[in-house]
């Protein structure tokens, strides 16, 4: 079992930067592919970003490619996501959550989401 939680969110204005963080706690993190999503209230949860375990493989949605960055260290149980160039669009609270089975970019296929973290991009 994983348990997560983010941090890094906050208000940034348009064309600005965003480091988010995801502290994962159980020794089985280091085997785990992990992914970032975000949701707006009202709407279906985003897939963002997907990390496979030891980093050889590594996705995105296409709304973030060229922009975003996943990344992870495995020595120290966390997960990042940079965020270049944020778009007012990128507003959500942004979730990290382990990559159980099927297909990377639904959230179905996810479990032990963290709580989530605020990021807002003003225009």
């Known amino acids: 079992q994983v348990q997560l939680v983010e941090s890094g969110g906050g208000l940034v204005q348009a064309g600005g930067s965003l480091r988010l963080s995801c502290a994962a706690s159980?020794?089985?993190?280091?085997?785990?592919?992990m992914g970032w999503f975000r949701q707006v209230p009202g709407k279906e949860r985003e897939f963002v970003a997907h990390i496979s375990w030891d980093g050889g493989r590594i996705n995105y949605g296409d709304s973030v490619k060229g922009r975003f960055t996943i990344s992870r260290d495995n020595a120290k149980n966390m997960l990042y996501l940079r965020m270049n160039n944020l778009k007012p669009e990128d507003t959500a609270v942004y979730y990290c959550a382990a990559h159980t089975a099927g297909t990377y970019n639904s959230r179905e296929n996810y479990a032990y989401w963290g709580q989530g973290t605020q990021v807002t991009a003003s225009s």
């Open positions: 159980g020794r089985t993190f280091r085997w785990s592919n």
